[in-house]
C-alpha cells in the first residue's frame, strides 16, 4: 500500500537529515517541501523526474489534496518538514486529515534546530549540577500560549530555555525573562539558521542581548538560548568518575580525580 512518509528534514545542513528519512526522499515521486524553511540543497537527493511542491503558499486543503491525488496514482510521498516535525511542526492536522481518507503514513523524525544550536555552539543543555532540564516554548503571538506556559511563568524554575519562533519579540522576551527571576547576568545566545552555511551567533547576557540581536540585524529564523549551561560554571559527570561505582565498573577509592 502507498503511504505517506513525513520526513524531518534536519535543522539546515544537509547532511544532518537521517538516513532513513534520506532513503525515502531519494525514492519520493512526489515531494511537498517547507520552502520557508528547509534548506533547498536536501532536494539534490531527489530522483530524476521527481515531482517537487513547495508549501510555503499552499493551505492545508491544498497539501491534503496533493497528498490524495499521488496516493491514488500509487506514487511515493514524502513531506519534507524542517528540523523535527514533533517540535512546532503542525503535523498533528496533516495526520488528522489523512485519517479521514484512510492513507497511511509514517513519521520518520529529524533533527530539531534546538540541537543543531546546541552542536554549534559546543555546548550541553544539562550540565551536571547546573541545570538538568530543558524548557522548549515560544513567546506568544498570533498564536496563543497559555496563560500557565508564559516565559514570565516558565523562568521561575532558572533552567536552561530554549526559545522558539520570538526573536523578532527579544525585547520583550527579555523582559519576560527578567520579570520572571532570571538575573541580567545571565547568559544568553541567539543563533539565526542554526548549521546552515550562513549561520549566524551572538552571545551575551539578559543585560545585552536584544542590543547585540539588533546590531547582528537577525529578525527571524533564530533561535534564542538562555541559562547558566552557557556560562563557565560546570561539574564533571559522575558517569568516568574513576571513584564512582556503576553497572559497568566499580570505583577505585581515593583514585585520582
Known amino acids: 500500500m502507498t503511504i505517506v512518509s513525513f520526513v524531518g528534514a534536519g535543522p539546515g545542513d544537509k547532511d ?6 534520506y532513503r525515502r526522499l531519494a525514492e519520493a515521486d512526489v515531494v511537498i517541501y517547507a520552502g520557508s524553511l528547509v534548506n533547498p540543497e536536501l532536494l539534490d537527493y531527489c530522483k530524476d523526474g521527481a ?4 508549501s510555503a503558499s499552499m493551505t492545508l486543503e491544498d497539501i491534503i489534496s496533493k497528498m490524495q491525488e499521488a496516493v491514488a496514482a500509487d506514487k511515493k510521498v514524502v513531506r519534507l518538514q524542517t ?6 511542526g503542525s503535523i498533528r492536522e496533516q495526520i488528522e486529515e489523512l485519517k479521514k481518507l484512510d492513507i497511511e503514513y509514517e513519521c520518520i523524525p529529524g533533527v530539531s534546530s534546538f540541537l543543531g544550536a546546541a552542536s554549534s555552539m559546543g555546548v550541553e543543555y544539562t ?4 541545570s538538568q532540564s530543558v ?12 496563560d500557565s506556559e508564559s516565559l514570565q511563568k516558565l523562568a521561575s524554575h532558572h533552567t536552561s ?11 520583550k522576551v527579555v523582559r519576560e525573562l527578567l520579570a520572571g527571576g532570571y538575573k541580567e547576568t545571565t547568559p544568553a545566545a541567539v543563533i539565526y539558521k542554526a548549521t546552515w552555511p550562513d549561520e549566524k551567533m551572538v552571545k551575551g547576557t539578559l543585560a545585552d542581548i536584544a542590543k547585540k540581536v539588533r546590531e547582528a540585524g537577525i529578525r527571524r529564523t533564530a533561535l534564542i538560548m538562555v541559562g547558566d549551561f552557557l556560562g563557565d560554571e560546570y561539574s564533571y559527570s559522575k558517569l568516568y568518575d574513576a571513584t564512582f561505582t556503576h553497572t559497568y565498573r566499580k570505583g577505585i577509592k581515593n583514585a585520582k580525580k
Do not use: C, H, W
Not at 515531482?51 to 513547495?54: A, L, N, Q, R, S
Not at 528540523?83 to 512546532?88: A, E, K, L, N, V
Not at 550540565?127 to 547546573?130: I, Q, T, Y
Not at 524548557?135 to 497559555?146: C, E, K, S
Open 127 to 130: 550540565v551536571p549540577e547546573v
Open 51 to 54: 515531482e517537487k511542491d513547495d
Open 83 to 88: 528540523g523535527d516535525f514533533s517540535i512546532y
Open 16 to 21: 544532518l537529515i537521517t538516513l532513513k528519512g
Open 161 to 171: 530555555m530554549v526559545i522558539f519562533l520570538s526573536v523578532q519579540g527579544v525585547n
Open 135 to 146: 524548557i522548549i516554548t515560544r513567546m506568544a503571538g498570533r498564536t496563543p500560549v497559555p
